[in-house]
């Protein structure tokens, strides 16, 4: 007998015939039961084919370091070629193109970002919007029930694998042989006996990714289609298929199990196989339907914002306008920081305010003077309307004036804005009440853009009858031309046309803050 070796207790029987007379009576020990069964784990462990453990000495034999260095030669490739491969959902997309039939995947490529971005040049919006959705539809269309099981459950699988590969085999060896290097198997191991207690952490951690693995799979179809998505190959398929019958004896004679019990003393551990079960469709759906809309908005608000920027330089030159104090994008900051939406028609203000004040006041001021005063009208209704139309825009301009300066520090809603954002810290229910504060004040605002458009509308309308009226040989509108243009001093058809494309570039421009507001 080895020096090692635990001697066998003779009173092991006596102890056990005691322990069932006990037990009958409902007086068993659960601690001698523990022991007992302990010992009827050696017993088993002794007599198995399987070379791993020494029950006497409580040994991991160099057998068990043997079989983990034959799994390591042939799953270390796998270990830097699929690093990280779950958590960059990099798998998960291989498994689910796998599936994807010829069809699917000319759709999938019709709904890449680079596909839309280059489609929506020379696509009208509306046509874009209209065929990602058909294409978005069809491709969604193919994931039925069926597909969708076989999908996550071939993740799960593959998964199954990437959490055994990921087991550090290495570290496990290193234990039986200082000198084992890590992924290069030119040397020659030389494994000895260690102690069970070394290892036995180290056989419960790779039960958790051993028993989940799915030695039925078929794997010479799953690493080949791995090896055509990574040009490369994974792991030698034969050497995997070569290795899973063992596995297989391995795991249904449960001896790893069994030396974990016995090198713990305790018959009752189990390890809790690691989850692979996830369901990888419906979040890829979810996924592509958000980048997709969003990458939509994102076409919508360039071209929103292009054709705003085109309209600008139009009426003003340039697209960058700045004629309000306190109404202002740099005001917003300090509502930002309260998560508050802030003042919401800056722009467009701006815009009208410029508009008004820069243009309206002077060039359409003399315009409508003139042909009010100097003209002889057909009808007082046409003049009238042209009146009140001019008179409503001065009104809005005033008004936005009015609107800008109640805002500053000193100015009515600035005062009740500002007291109101002071208090926010202290009292909660202060952030409501700033919330309908900046809702009055940006109704308000969008309630002067949309009397100006309508304003503007009608001012346009009747300039434009008078554009046509001036090509007519017996005038309709006015009937006085030639006086209204010596008064004037300068050709009125050229006047009139200039002055309406600008109304109509306003109008233009004020309209995507109407549709906006209105959407």
Not at 149 to 156: H, V
Not at 375 to 395: K, P, R
Not at 425 to 437: A, G, W, Y
Request: charge should be neutral; include cysteine.
């Amino acid at each position: 007998m080895s020096k090692n070796e635990l001697p066998e207790d003779p009173a092991d029987g006596i102890a056990g015939f005691f322990q069932k007379i006990l037990g009958i009576f409902g007086m068993a020990d659960p601690e001698m039961d523990k022991k007992r069964l302990v010992r009827q784990i050696g017993k088993d462990l002794g007599h198995t084919r399987y070379r791993f453990y020494k029950p006497k000495t409580g040994e991991a034999l160099p057998g068990l370091a043997r079989f983990f260095y034959e799994c390591y030669k042939v799953i270390a490739p796998a270990q830097v070629l699929l690093t990280n491969a779950a958590q960059s959902g990099v798998l998960k997309s291989f498994v689910i193109e796998t599936f994807l039939s010829k069809e699917q995947r000319a759709l999938s490529e019709r709904l890449t970002d680079e596909f839309i971005k280059e489609k929506a040049k020379t696509v009208p919006l509306r046509d874009l919007q209209e065929s990602v959705k058909q294409d978005m539809l069809n491709f969604f269309s193919a994931f039925d029930a069926e597909k969708t099981m076989q999908i996550d459950n071939a993740y799960s699988t593959l998964l199954s694998f990437i959490n055994f590969m990921n087991f550090d085999f290495f570290f496990l060896l290193k234990k039986f042989d200082s000198n084992v290097a890590e992924r290069n198997f030119s040397y020659t191991p030389k494994f000895d006996a260690i102690s069970g207690d070394y290892v036995a952490d180290d056989l419960h951690d790779f039960l958790e990714v051993f028993l989940p693995l799915n030695l039925d799979a078929d794997w010479k179809r799953i690493f080949t289609a791995l090896k055509e998505y990574r040009n490369m190959d994974v792991i030698q398929v034969d050497a995997w298929v070569k290795l899973i019958p063992a596995l297989n004896d391995l795991r249904s004679s449960a001896v790893l199990e069994q030396i974990v019990r016995h090198v713990k003393k305790d018959p009752y551990i189990s390890a809790s196989p690691r989850l692979t079960g996830e369901r990888i469709v419906e979040p890829f759906i979810d996924k592509l339907k958000n980048q997709t809309s969003m990458l939509i908005q994102k076409i919508v608000q360039e071209r929103r914002n292009s054709k705003i920027d085109e309209l600008a330089k139009a009426v003003f030159g340039t697209s960058v306008v700045l004629r309000l104090k306190n109404y202002t994008d740099k005001a917003n900051s300090a509502y930002a920081k309260k998560l508050l939406g802030g003042y919401t028609q800056t722009q467009a203000l701006n815009y009208l305010k410029a508009y008004l004040i820069d243009y309206f006041k002077k060039d359409i001021r003399e315009l409508v003077d003139i042909l009010l005063i100097r003209g002889q009208w057909s009808t007082n209704i046409q003049s009238q309307q042209l009146s009140d139309g001019y008179h409503a825009l001065l009104e809005v301009s005033e008004g936005i004036l009015q609107f800008d300066d109640g805002l500053a520090d000193d100015g009515d809603m600035g005062t009740r804005l500002r007291s109101a954002m002071m208090k926010c810290d202290r009292d909660k229910e202060q952030i409501k009440f700033v919330r309908q504060l900046l809702k009055d004040v940006n109704d308000k605002a969008l309630a002067l853009v949309n009397k100006a458009a309508i304003n503007l509308i009608n001012v346009g309308r009747h300039i434009k009858s008078m554009i046509d009226d001036l090509g007519k040989s017996h005038h309709e509108v006015i009937l006085n031309w030639k006086e209204v243009e010596n008064a004037a001093g300068k050709p009125m058809k050229d006047t009139l046309t200039d002055i309406y494309k600008k109304i109509y570039y306003m109008v233009q421009l004020l309209q995507y803050y109407v549709k906006e507001d209105k959407e």
